[in-house]
């Protein structure tokens, strides 16, 4: 396959006569496998707008190939990013708690223990002022 995998939309709204395209493109991915075995990828997606929207948002995110978007891996990469998921060496830890020695098994850790994920879900939101419930 040449060039980069490309997704594209078209929506249209009814009452206006502007077509808003979106393709999201694929860029650098990297294969996830904790235990020499490929269990998704990580994907870097820019997302192209014209006419309407802010153009060229890029998103780092797990795909996973038992389901889908990975969403806890997401709260970890925000957390770091924001503060609240400090990293000593190869260790994570959040509030005096540690996550595992690397992403896997931090990600492990909070799939477990669904109620500290989700006070660390609530903290981003509260941080970047958003709702939602964790998924």
Known sequence: MSGLPRLALRLRR??????TKSSARLGRAIWLRPNDQVVGNRIRARV???????????????????????AVGGLLDLGLNLGLVTK????????????????ERARGFLRQHADLAAKLHQQLSTRLEIGGQPS
Do not use: C, N, W
Request: hydrophobic content about 40%; aromatic content about 6%.
């Open 14 to 19: 009814p009452d206006a006569r502007a077509t």
């Open 48 to 70: 192209v707008k014209s006419k309407v929207a802010i153009p060229f948002r890029v998103a780092e995110l797990d795909l996973r190939f038992d389901h889908g978007v990975d």
């Open 88 to 103: 000593v060496g190869e260790a994570l830890i959040y509030q005096q708690t540690r996550l595992g020695t690397g992403r």
